[in-house]
């Protein structure tokens, strides 16, 4: 049926459906969670996600919006460089904010309540969440899919 249908609208699907499940599995971890953590532990979790958020903004540098602009302009050998020069700078930007947070660490777990490990796994998580959605960026704008909702 899926098959039949304009190659945009079976893009949209595939989105639509990838999106659901996805937040659908949320919603199905979220009773378990409750479950196994205290409502302090759930604010340490908050805590832990909006310290990643600020911190991916520092280590990611957008990387994945320049790359998406590139796409269509850079042939497939300048694109493929471009991609290695985009991980590098987030290597470059993560390994500099975790030094600066090891500088800093017991002053920031103290004003964020966030332990001393959390504050530098979190950004290593940010990290790798900013060479993910550069992966991700990838395969949404080579128009597949499927693969983009299976990653």
Do not use: W
């Amino acid at each position: 049926m899926i098959s039949k249908l304009p190659t945009l609208y079976q893009h949209i699907l595939t989105y639509v459906f990838f999106g659901f499940f996805s937040k659908g599995l949320m919603i199905v971890v979220l009773p378990i969670l409750s479950f196994y953590i205290t409502p302090s532990g759930m604010a340490d979790v908050a805590k832990f996600t909006a310290f990643i958020a600020v911190v991916t903004i520092f280590c990611g540098l957008n990387v994945q919006g320049i790359i998406g602009r590139q796409f269509g302009k850079l042939n497939t050998g300048d694109f493929n460089v471009f991609v290695y020069n985009a991980l590098l700078v987030i290597l470059v930007s993560t390994i500099l904010v975790l030094i600066i947070i090891a500088l800093f660490q017991t002053t920031l777990a103290a004003l964020l309540g966030i332990k001393e490990l959390y504050l530098l796994l979190g950004v290593i998580a940010a990290g790798s969440g900013s060479v993910t959605s550069i992966n991700l960026a990838i395969r949404q704008f080579s128009k597949s899919p499927r693969s983009y909702g299976l990653f």
